[in-house]
């Protein structure tokens, strides 16, 4: 079992920053994909950014490449996702992803809201 708790959402204006951070109760990173999703009221939730991998490989969706950076703290077992230039479609709850690949165990926080209005 793995615990996912997210943290660092909030209401921001327009071109703001936030960061969100992942940790897990567990040091998990070397067999599990760690990845963002949002969720945006009436929508379906999609990936935002995924990292990957001892050599940490990462993917973007297209909305936000340029924009948000996805990294992690081994040391910390925390998954960031820093957010730059913050548009008001960007309005989501946030939620923290672990896949294994190898299992198809799969888990998720509880998300973490962001609101980007002026």
């Known amino acids: 079992q793995v615990q996912l708790v997210e943290s660092g959402g909030g209401l921001v204006q327009p071109g703001a920053s936030l960061r969100l951070s992942c940790v897990a109760s567990?040091?998990?990173?070397?067999?599990?994909?760690m990845a963002w999703y949002r969720q945006a009221p009436g929508k379906e939730r999609e990936l935002v950014a995924r990292?990957?991998?001892?050599?940490?490989?990462?993917y973007y969706t297209e909305s936000v490449k340029g924009r948000f950076t996805i990294s992690r703290d081994n040391a910390k077992n925390t998954v960031y996702l820093q957010m730059n230039s913050l548009k008001p479609e960007d309005t989501a709850s946030y939620y923290c992803?672990?896949?294994?690949?190898?299992?198809?165990?799969?888990?998720w926080g509880q998300g973490t809201q962001v609101t980007v209005s002026s």
């Open positions: 992803n672990a896949y294994n690949p190898y299992s198809s165990y799969n888990y």
């Open positions: 567990r040091s998990i990173f070397s067999l599990y994909n």
């Open positions: 990292i990957v991998g001892v050599d940490e490989r990462t």
